[in-house]
């Protein structure tokens, strides 16, 4: 009975090893908190631990495990060094002259290439990002509560974008956000940006100053991850609504087996099954629907961000172009208006102030007919 | 940065190849042949943080597989080698780590097994001090996974054969145990199909005759095929002689073919007579800038809508434009088309 016991648990084991249901797909289902778990048997805690042993002690264990004497430690060490993989090449920032790697010769043809390009001005973005990681990269917490704890998992998603414009069709805009393995669904959930969020509704040409601060965020609160067969509701809230119960009914009544449903606050990604690479759905404000693709999972590394308060961490953001006010064309639009008899397009933007200069009088009256609504720019999160 | 994965592998099976050619598995000869082709150079670029560390990640997710089956044990201990060269003088820190998978954690830990028994210290050394160097990411599958991803060329995923053993599956599968199982099983069969005929028939053929030796003896020759099969073709590489001078020849004959094909140009129709088609004789210049053209795209919305308004524009020059409330400053000197950079430039120009 025991070996049988123990040849089940077992075929559960293989059952939870990640490999490739489609080459270079996707994997796999397997249970995320058993994986975890096979990687913690198989290794040695000294592999993953966020201190390094020190060396003596490494090479007294690597005489006495392979049996040799000290002198050959010493030899293998002097001829495994470091140092004699270098070249005596010094300049490591600028591709040789004469290069025979055939990598080498293809990047010293694009590097002259781009100095054939005259860009002298630093790219926003490019810095934004750098500054973006600089916040992340090798960061310890204050306060040594906040460590994440070692053999931790690291998951990794992609939150696609959905179609906000006809060009998102063609380039997969998405968000990489890192989620630890024992956080919750609703930690992902509140990580994620999007701009239907932020969206007010209601129409302020007669008061503008009296846009309410609500934004769809504070009003619809319901959510939905769809995670292999499940619906995931966000339940926090009183507010909250099962905005996944159309969908089952209607694939109810057409003979679709039964989906199963849970709440996603009661949820940590250890109890999760799911595939790496496979397209999953996150659905929110209604209608707002992301495809969430799982792209990593793996073990927390000490040159991490190991501050738990970090996480969930976003490393990379698609950039939007803003949309300016079409007067000034320098800030990012505010407003949007239609059916104005002063703008020279229908619907026309504007940025706050300029919206206000040309819209209202000193006294804040309103001059002409229109319409006006708040305007949230896509770009919002760049 | 994926355009650097084909020149990348070519690059790491070149040193691979030469690895393989001193028959050795000494870290000395690896650093020997690491040190002749300056193999640390191929990090160096300007210093472009983000393009170094995707550079990092890409070469350490080429140079990976090669420490796992199927190739051989040399090659692994190669492939061993290389990820520890790569990694210690990549440029940027926190270094990029070298990525294995569950599934594969097995193979490496039999691998150290392996070099253990042989006493190959150099081998153990190194992949010790890649664990203790947190040198890993212990991960679920070798590469992230995005589905709806481009799909590669099948270059990415293709296997060096000169890397692998010859295949032994079906040795593997006939073993001498097999072999007496299934004799068993075939005398119980003749058994159950006599017990089903009182009296056989002696001209009816029941079962067939003498399966064990026969297919023992398809293993054997297949086994002897597949060696004689590797000795001609080490013989073959060796005195390049006739090979070479026929694959010349067959090039030749293609190159003439192709000549004429692309020598007669085919007349257009009349309604395409003012795109008549001009022969362009198959120059390597000449032709990279035709290639381009085949997919050229439609100009762009703002360049359509300012050669909309510019046709406008000419009869009243002060004319405010429309979508930007400001007057019209003096026109742009027409930019200069940027030339886009040539990832290919082999399959582009030089058709012969």
Same mark, same amino acid.
């Given at each position: 009975?025991?070996?049988?016991?123990?040849?089940?648990?077992?075929?559960?084991? $293989?059952?939870?090893?990640?490999?490739?249901?489609?080459?270079? #797909?996707?994997?796999?289902?397997?249970?995320?908190?058993?994986?975890?778990?096979?990687?913690?048997?198989?290794?040695?805690?000294? #592999?993953?631990?966020?201190?390094?042993?020190?060396?003596?002690?490494?090479?007294?264990?690597?005489?006495?495990?392979?049996?040799?004497?000290?002198?050959? $430690?010493?030899?293998?060490?002097?001829?495994?060094?470091?140092? +004699?993989?270098?070249?005596?090449?010094?300049?490591?920032?600028?591709?040789?002259?004469?290069?025979?790697?055939?990598?080498?010769?293809?990047?010293?043809?694009?590097?002259?290439?781009?100095?054939?390009?005259?860009?002298?001005? #630093?790219?926003?973005?490019?810095?934004?990002?750098?500054?973006?990681?600089?916040?992340?990269?090798?960061?310890?917490?204050?306060?040594?509560?906040?460590?994440?704890?070692?053999?931790?998992?690291?998951?990794?998603?992609?939150?696609?974008?959905?179609?906000?414009?006809?060009?998102?069709?063609?380039?997969?805009?998405?968000?990489?956000?890192?989620?630890?393995?024992?956080?919750?669904?609703? *930690?992902?959930?509140?990580?994620?940006?999007?701009?239907?969020?932020?969206?007010?509704?209601?129409?302020?040409?007669?008061?503008?100053?009296?846009?309410?601060?609500?934004?769809?965020?504070?009003?619809?609160? +319901?959510?939905?991850?769809?995670?292999?067969?499940?619906?995931?509701?966000?339940?926090?809230?009183?507010?909250?609504? *099962?905005?996944?119960?159309?969908?089952?009914?209607?694939?109810?009544?057409?003979?679709?087996? *039964?989906?199963?449903?849970?709440?996603?606050?009661?949820?940590?990604?250890?109890?999760?099954?799911?595939? #790496?690479?496979?397209?999953?759905?996150?659905?929110?404000?209604?209608?707002?629907?992301?495809?969430?693709?799982?792209?990593?999972?793996?073990?927390?590394?000490?040159?991490?961000?190991?501050?738990?308060?970090?996480?969930?961490?976003?490393?990379?953001?698609?950039?939007?172009?803003?949309?300016?006010?079409?007067?000034?064309?320098?800030?990012?639009?505010?407003?949007?208006?239609?059916?104005?008899?002063?703008?020279?397009?229908?619907?026309?933007?504007?940025?706050?102030?300029?919206?206000?200069?040309?819209?209202?009088?000193?006294?804040?009256?309103? $001059?002409?007919?229109?319409?006006?609504?708040?305007?949230? *720019?896509?770009?919002?999160?760049? | 940065?994926?355009?650097?994965?084909?020149?990348?592998?070519?690059?790491?099976?070149?040193?691979?190849?030469?690895?393989?050619?001193?028959?050795?598995?000494?870290?000395?000869?690896?650093?020997?042949?690491?040190?002749?082709?300056?193999?640390?150079?191929?990090?160096?670029?300007?210093?472009?943080?983000?393009?170094?560390?995707?550079?990092?990640?890409?070469?350490?997710?080429?140079?990976?597989?090669?420490?796992?089956?199927?190739?051989?044990?040399?090659?692994?201990?190669?492939?061993?080698?290389?990820?520890?060269?790569?990694?210690?003088?990549?440029?940027?820190?926190?270094?990029?780590?070298?990525?294995?998978?569950?599934?594969?954690?097995? &193979?490496?830990?039999?691998?150290?097994?392996?070099?253990?028994?042989?006493?190959?210290?150099?081998?153990?050394?190194?992949?010790?001090?890649?664990?203790?160097?947190?040198?890993?990411?212990?991960?679920?599958?070798?590469?992230?996974?995005?589905?709806?991803?481009?799909?590669? &060329?099948?270059?990415?995923?293709?296997?060096?054969?000169?890397?692998?053993?010859?295949?032994?599956?079906?040795?593997?599968?006939?073993?001498?145990?097999?072999?007496?199982?299934?004799?068993?099983?075939?005398?119980?069969?003749?058994?159950?199909?006599?017990?089903?005929?009182?009296?056989?028939?002696?001209?009816?053929?029941?079962?067939?005759?003498?399966?064990?030796?026969?297919?023992?003896?398809?293993?054997?020759?297949?086994?002897?095929?597949?060696?004689?099969?590797?000795?001609?073709?080490?013989?073959?590489?060796?005195?390049?002689?006739?090979?070479?001078?026929?694959?010349?020849?067959?090039?030749?004959?293609?190159?003439?073919?192709?000549?004429?094909?692309?020598?007669?140009?085919?007349?257009?129709?009349?309604?395409?007579?003012?795109?008549?088609?001009?022969?362009?004789?198959?120059?390597?210049?000449?032709?990279?800038?035709?290639?381009?053209?085949?997919?050229?795209?439609?100009?762009?919305?703002?360049?359509?809508?300012?050669?909309?308004?510019?046709?406008?524009?000419?009869?009243?020059?002060?004319?405010?434009?429309?979508?930007?409330?400001?007057?019209?400053?003096?026109?742009?000197?027409?930019?200069?088309?940027?030339?886009?950079?040539?990832?290919?430039?082999?399959?582009?120009?030089?058709?012969?």
């Amino acid at each position: 009975m025991a070996a049988r016991s123990s040849l089940m648990h077992e075929e559960k084991q $293989l059952e939870n090893v990640p490999a490739y249901e489609f080459i270079n #797909v996707n994997s796999n289902e397997f249970h995320i908190g058993t994986f975890r778990d096979l990687w913690l048997d198989v290794l040695n805690p000294k #592999v993953y631990s966020y201190c390094n042993s020190a060396p003596e002690i490494e090479d007294v264990e690597f005489i006495e495990e392979m049996g040799i004497e000290p002198k050959t $430690l010493e030899e293998l060490k002097i001829i495994c060094s470091v140092d +004699s993989l270098r070249s005596g090449h010094e300049d490591a920032d600028n591709v040789p002259s004469d290069p025979h790697l055939s990598t080498l010769k293809l990047r010293k043809r694009r590097q002259d290439y781009k100095e054939t390009l005259t860009r002298d001005t #630093v790219d926003r973005h490019e810095v934004y990002a750098n500054e973006m990681e600089m916040i992340s990269v090798g960061k310890k917490p204050d306060n040594p509560r906040d460590l994440i704890p070692e053999g931790e998992i690291i998951l990794t998603f992609n939150i696609m974008y959905p179609i906000l414009f006809q060009r998102f069709k063609y380039v997969r805009a998405y968000q990489t956000l890192h989620v630890l393995g024992s956080q919750r669904l609703s *930690d992902l959930r509140d990580a994620i940006c999007c701009v239907s969020d932020l969206q007010v509704f209601g129409e302020f040409s007669n008061t503008p100053d009296m846009v309410p601060q609500f934004i769809s965020k504070d009003h619809y609160k +319901s959510a939905f991850f769809f995670f292999n067969g499940t619906f995931f509701n966000d339940a926090r809230f009183p507010e909250c609504q *099962d905005i996944s119960m159309t969908t089952q009914e209607w694939a109810r009544t057409r003979d679709f087996p *039964d989906f199963k449903t849970a709440k996603m606050e009661d949820t940590s990604f250890y109890d999760l099954k799911m595939k #790496v690479g496979f397209p999953y759905l996150y659905n929110h404000q209604g209608d707002c629907e992301h495809v969430v693709i799982l792209t990593d999972v793996r073990l927390v590394h000490q040159d991490d961000c190991l501050d738990i308060k970090l996480y969930p961490l976003i490393t990379h953001k698609h950039r939007v172009v803003t949309r300016k006010c079409s007067v000034c064309h320098l800030y990012i639009s505010r407003w949007i208006t239609t059916s104005d008899a002063l703008a020279p397009t229908d619907p026309c933007l504007f940025c706050d102030q300029c919206f206000r200069m040309f819209h209202y009088d000193d006294k804040g009256n309103k $001059l002409g007919d229109f319409l006006a609504y708040a305007y949230v *720019d896509p770009g919002t999160f760049n | 940065m994926d355009n650097f994965r084909g020149p990348v592998k070519a690059d790491c099976e070149e040193l691979l190849a030469r690895f393989q050619a001193t028959e050795s598995v000494r870290y000395e000869q690896f650093l020997e042949v690491w040190r002749d082709m300056n193999f640390s150079s191929i990090f160096y670029s300007k210093p472009e943080a983000n393009e170094r560390r995707m550079f990092a990640r890409l070469i350490m997710s080429v140079a990976s597989p090669y420490f796992f089956p199927p190739y051989t044990f040399q090659i692994r201990v190669a492939g061993l080698y290389l990820l520890y060269g790569l990694f210690n003088s990549q440029l940027i820190t926190p270094k990029e780590k070298i990525r294995i998978a569950l599934k594969d954690w097995e &193979d490496a830990m039999q691998f150290q097994r392996d070099a253990v028994n042989a006493q190959h210290y150099d081998v153990l050394y190194i992949f010790r001090k890649l664990l203790s160097d947190k040198a890993f990411y212990f991960t679920a599958m070798p590469t992230p996974l995005c589905y709806g991803e481009k799909k590669e &060329d099948r270059k990415k995923t293709e296997i060096c054969e000169e890397f692998v053993d010859p295949s032994s599956r079906p040795q593997e599968l006939i073993t001498t145990d097999v072999l007496e199982e299934i004799g068993n099983i075939h005398e119980h069969y003749e058994g159950m199909k006599k017990s089903i005929f009182a009296e056989p028939d002696p001209n009816l053929n029941l079962i067939q005759q003498n399966l064990v030796p026969k297919l023992n003896g398809a293993i054997l020759t297949y086994s002897s095929w597949q060696w004689n099969r590797t000795e001609s073709e080490q013989q073959q590489d060796a005195g390049e002689g006739p090979s070479n001078q026929e694959s010349s020849r067959r090039a030749q004959l293609i190159a003439s073919i192709k000549s004429r094909s692309y020598g007669q140009v085919a007349e257009a129709s009349k309604s395409r007579r003012h795109r008549q088609t001009q022969l362009v004789p198959a120059d390597g210049a000449d032709f990279s800038q035709k290639l381009p053209s085949k997919k050229k795209r439609s100009p762009s919305l703002k360049t359509r809508t300012q050669l909309r308004f510019n046709t406008q524009g000419n009869e009243s020059e002060g004319l405010t434009r429309l979508w930007c409330l400001s007057a019209v400053k003096e026109e742009k000197a027409p930019e200069k088309r940027k030339k886009k950079f040539n990832w290919n430039p082999e399959k582009s120009s030089d058709p012969s």
